[in-house]
């Protein structure tokens, strides 16, 4: 399907919900410019391509699971949950494709090259952050609230999907805004191409003053970064990665246990247990029989 200088493949497994022509002239979307958007779940074989100086703004927020983007330039880098990638109306070509085998859930809005949501300094394109635990759960509740309201129609839901639209629209200028900051102004790409180099190895113990050399700067430039960008330090971050890889492994596999702990760097099973179990609230077991149980269910609702 051709739309808007977009190609989209669509695989079997493929979920998606657009914002219909009501909800896009709902005020908050129309001060926006917003001229398209949708939330979604794509397998593996989803992907989008977007040509150059397209004339929109593509902002793409990924809620669960990971996606790969690959610039016009060769530059290819990971997005993870909590990542907000944003794409200017005159920036290069791009593919965005599922990463692993699990579905990858976004929020994608296409705003207009003269809308104010997206800042001038943004000239191609830069990779900001939520707060991956709280605001993705909301985001999913406003755009789910949205969707629902739209296909309800009742007496208030025009009201409800404009209340909706502004605070989904605030937590996304609050993400972009960030460009202003100094910190946050230092080099995107190169920043996602260094979690890019970490994801090929979870395995590795990845050192702060590793991840400094890959930036070009020192361990105090990258951690003051990190704050200012993920309000977390880089080895937090890194933390988080090897978690939500081994929530794919044990949601996708039968892998034993020790091996995901493993896998993601621990030497230890009893220390990956309770650095899973403070990550998601469950031990790894738990974790694996609780995803079973919901692969199940869709089964025989299918």
Same mark, same amino acid.
């Given at each position: 399907?051709?739309?808007?200088?977009?190609?989209?493949?669509?695989?079997?497994?493929?979920?998606?919900w657009?914002?219909?022509?009501?909800?896009?002239? @709902?005020?908050?979307?129309?001060?926006?410019?917003?001229?398209?958007?949708?939330?979604?779940?794509?397998? %593996?074989?989803?992907?989008?391509?977007?040509?150059?100086?397209?004339?929109?703004?593509?902002?793409?927020?990924?809620?669960?699971?990971?996606?790969?983007?690959?610039?016009?330039?060769?530059?290819?880098?990971?997005?993870? #949950?909590?990542?907000?990638?944003?794409?200017?109306?005159?920036?290069?070509?791009?593919?965005?494709?599922?990463?692993? #085998?699990?579905?990858?859930?976004?929020?994608?809005i296409?705003?207009?090259?003269?809308?104010?949501?997206? #800042?001038? %300094? /943004?000239?191609? $394109?830069?990779?900001?952050?939520?707060? +991956?635990?709280?605001e993705?759960?909301?985001?999913?509740?406003?755009?789910?609230?949205? =969707?629902?309201?739209?296909? $309800?129609?009742?007496?208030?839901?025009?009201? +409800? /999907?404009?209340?909706s639209?502004?605070?989904?629209?605030?937590? =996304?200028q609050?993400?972009?805004?960030?460009?202003?900051?100094?910190?946050?102004? /230092?080099?995107?790409?190169?920043?996602a191409?260094?979690?890019?180099?970490? +994801?090929?190895?979870?395995?590795?113990l990845?050192?702060?003053?590793?991840? +400094?050399?890959?930036?070009? @700067?020192?361990?105090? !430039?990258? %951690?003051?970064? @990190?704050?200012a960008? $993920?309000?977390?330090?880089?080895? !937090?971050?890194?933390?988080?990665?090897?978690?939500?890889?081994?929530?794919?492994?044990?949601?996708?596999?039968?892998? #034993?246990?020790?091996?995901?702990?493993?896998?993601?760097?621990?030497s230890?099973?009893?220390?990956?247990?309770?650095?899973? %179990?403070?990550?998601?609230?469950?031990?790894?077991?738990?974790?694996?029989?609780?995803?079973?149980?919901?692969?199940?269910?869709?089964?025989?609702?299918?």
């Amino acid at each position: 399907m051709k739309y808007l200088k977009e190609v989209i493949h669509s695989p079997e497994r493929f979920e998606q919900w657009h914002l219909s022509s009501r909800v896009l002239d @709902c005020y908050p979307f129309r001060l926006a410019k917003a001229r398209h958007g949708g939330y979604g779940h794509h397998d %593996t074989d989803f992907y989008v391509e977007r040509i150059s100086s397209r004339g929109f703004s593509a902002v793409v927020i990924t809620l669960s699971g990971k996606g790969r983007f690959t610039m016009e330039d060769g530059t290819s880098f990971i997005v993870f #949950p909590g990542d907000v990638f944003v794409s200017s109306p005159s920036g290069q070509g791009h593919r965005e494709e599922t990463e692993g #085998p699990e579905p990858w859930e976004q929020l994608w809005i296409l705003f207009s090259d003269s809308s104010a949501i997206i #800042p001038d %300094t /943004i000239l191609d $394109y830069s990779v900001f952050q939520i707060d +991956a635990k709280k605001e993705t759960s909301f985001v999913r509740e406003l755009v789910r609230n949205i =969707i629902d309201e739209d296909l $309800y129609e009742g007496s208030t839901s025009f009201k +409800a /999907i404009e209340l909706s639209a502004e605070l989904l629209l605030l937590i =996304i200028q609050r993400a972009v805004r960030q460009s202003g900051n100094m910190e946050s102004r /230092i080099h995107h790409s190169q920043l996602a191409s260094v979690w890019s180099e970490v +994801a090929k190895d979870l395995k590795a113990l990845w050192k702060v003053e590793d991840l +400094a050399k890959m930036m070009n @700067c020192s361990r105090s !430039q990258l %951690t003051r970064i @990190c704050n200012a960008i $993920y309000h977390k330090p880089p080895g !937090q971050k890194v933390r988080e990665m090897k978690m939500e890889n081994a929530k794919i492994m044990l949601s996708g596999s039968s892998v #034993p246990i020790h091996e995901v702990a493993e896998a993601v760097g621990f030497s230890s099973l009893s220390l990956f247990s309770s650095s899973f %179990t403070a990550y998601t609230g469950m031990g790894p077991r738990e974790f694996r029989k609780m995803k079973m149980e919901e692969e199940f269910k869709n089964k025989k609702t299918m």
